[in-house]
């Protein structure tokens, strides 16, 4: 299951279509972006130990440790998610929309 993190005080017409869950404060380990929320692209469950996230801000991606902070994928994690397409969607639709940010 994919996650985006964010910033749980994004206006409330980003957020509209999907359920988000707070999680405790961490930072984003390559652009170290404050995350306090996260959202699940079917708004089914809440995150849990090992479910991946992806940082919105620069894409980074990033796994949820037990305490639901977040942390540096394992080697091994990385190379299984390596090429996911669902991954691959979500980093181009992040990407799209931090265009149309600008």
Request: proline share 4%.
């Amino acid at each position: 299951m994919v996650w985006a993190a964010l910033q749980d005080d994004l206006p409330e017409e980003d957020k509209k279509a999907v359920m988000d869950f707070s999680v405790p404060e961490s930072f984003c380990f390559a652009c170290g972006d404050k995350m306090d929320a996260a959202v699940n692209i079917d708004g089914t469950s809440a995150p849990h130990e090992g479910c991946l996230t992806v940082c919105l801000r620069c894409g980074h991606l990033m796994a949820f440790a037990a305490d639901l902070k977040l942390r540096e994928l394992t080697e091994l994690e990385m190379y299984d998610v390596a090429g996911d397409p669902q991954l691959l969607a979500i980093q181009q639709v992040r990407g799209t929309l931090m265009k149309e940010k600008k």
